[in-house]
């Protein structure tokens, strides 16, 4: 079956996929792609937006990173633990000077690149600004595709992943409107989930993870809900924060 690279003429204008080939089919023009990886990257954006700072998302293991981050006198992550600075929400939030940051990673970086190279505008969210999220993308008329960007099994292949489903659930369940089925079937999942998602992010498999390597503040920061008025928006190359419009 031959997939366009956008809906079909009468499909609902609120989107769900999966992963950087989800990212690759519907980021166009003229549309809006919300980018969901709670496990870490966008509840990192979140954190450097949040203290004033601005994200860079880069491409995972692109040799090209170190040069690109010093150009802008920014500090790059160059590992998941680095020993300098890593894409832990919680230590760049306390980190006590902080400007500019690159954030390779291979997942919600990778999709934001995508999203933005395609022209689409790039917002990042996670579980704590879902509702805020929302509200932006309702005060626009352009087509909204939510990314749940996905792990990685071994051999490099998505891994669908439990939180990334209910962020990307959060923000559509707060959206409402002309949704597809699956943007329907990922609201549906995080309404059933959200009196639990503490526990449901720490153990599932990502979160799992994160606490065995020492980073279960990490996974207890990204699942709080709806406590950030913080929207990350993608302008010339970096995630800054934007003011909402209320449509009230």
């Given at each position: 079956m031959r997939h366009e690279s956008w809906s079909?003429?009468?499909?609902?204008?609120?989107?769900?996929?999966?992963?950087?080939?989800?990212?690759?089919?519907?980021?166009?023009?003229?549309?809006?792609?919300?980018?969901?990886?709670?496990?870490?990257?966008?509840?990192?954006?979140?954190?450097?937006?949040?203290?004033?700072?601005?994200?860079?998302?880069?491409?995972?293991?692109?040799?090209?990173?170190?040069?690109?981050?010093?150009?802008?006198?920014?500090?790059?992550?160059?590992?998941?633990?680095?020993?300098?600075?890593?894409?832990s929400p919680t230590a760049l939030l306390n980190r006590a000077t902080l400007d500019a940051v690159v954030l390779p990673s291979p997942n919600g970086s990778t999709c934001s690149v995508l999203a933005a190279e395609r022209g689409a505008v790039v917002v990042a969210a996670c579980l704590r600004n879902a509702p805020a999220v929302a509200q932006y993308l309702a005060a626009t008329s352009l087509p909204v595709s939510v990314i749940a960007c996905g792990e990685r099994w071994?051999?490099?292949?998505?891994?669908?992943?439990?939180?990334?489903?209910?962020?990307?659930?959060?923000v559509l369940a707060n959206l409402g409107g002309d949704l597809s089925p699956e943007a329907r079937s990922a609201a549906?999942?995080?309404?059933?989930?959200?009196?639990?998602?503490?526990?449901?992010?720490?153990?599932?498999?990502?979160?799992?993870?994160?606490v065995e390597r020492g980073f279960r503040h990490d996974v207890e920061y990204a699942s709080v809900y709806g406590v950030s008025d913080v929207v990350p928006v993608l302008v010339d190359g970096a995630f800054r924060r934007v003011e909402i419009v209320s449509t009230r």
């Open positions: 079909t003429p009468g499909e609902p204008p609120g989107h769900f996929e999966w992963g950087p080939t989800g990212t690759e089919r519907l980021a166009r023009p003229g549309s809006i792609v919300v980018v969901i990886d709670v496990l870490r990257f966008t509840t990192a954006v979140g954190a450097v937006v949040d203290r004033g700072a601005i994200a860079y998302p880069y491409r995972w293991k692109d040799e090209t990173a170190r040069a690109f981050a010093d150009s802008l006198g920014a500090h790059l992550v160059d590992g998941p633990d680095a020993a300098g600075i890593s894409l071994p051999d490099g292949t998505l891994r669908p992943s439990l939180e990334d489903l209910l962020g990307a659930g959060a549906a999942a995080w309404e059933d989930a959200k009196d639990t998602v503490a526990d449901a992010l720490v153990r599932c498999a990502s979160g799992r993870e994160l």
